[in-house]
């Protein structure tokens, strides 16, 4: 018996895009996604609907709560039926939640608040001296508004 040889691969069939065959890049190249806790993160103060409880909640699923917080007092907190609303210039601290989120929940949040064309994403100072974002109303969009004095948006109803 003799033992037989195994062919050596040519060059075409060790590299296929020499021998015309397709690749894919993308597939190949290795990946520069990063994983979701990787991401650059912002925090954001959420004081109604996004609040742990509420209605848009959900849009937080992949955010991580900082904690409760308050703001300065130089806003008031108004009601806008279904949602609040908060403008700057008054003498309230308004209530609410930090959360650290990813760049697409801020872009989810952004959406979600018409930002930049209802909503004004800014950045704010809360009562302990730290700057987070928040969703802000110009004053002429609240214009004959409720005001709530407590500032608290899960507190409203309760408030005389």
Known sequence: MTARKTP???????????AGARTNAAAAAPSTARPRELEPRTRVFTYGTLMAGEGNHHLLAHARLVGEARTREEFTLYDLGSFPGIVR???????GEVYEVDEPTLAALDRLESHPRFYRRTTIRLATGEDVEAYVLPPELVAG????????????????
């Open 145 to 160: 508004r409720p005001i709530i004095p407590s500032g608290s948006w899960r507190t409203r109803k309760a408030a005389p």
């Open 8 to 18: 050596r691969p040519t060059a075409a069939a060790r590299r296929p895009e020499v």
């Open 89 to 95: 210039g008054g003498e309230d601290a308004i209530l």
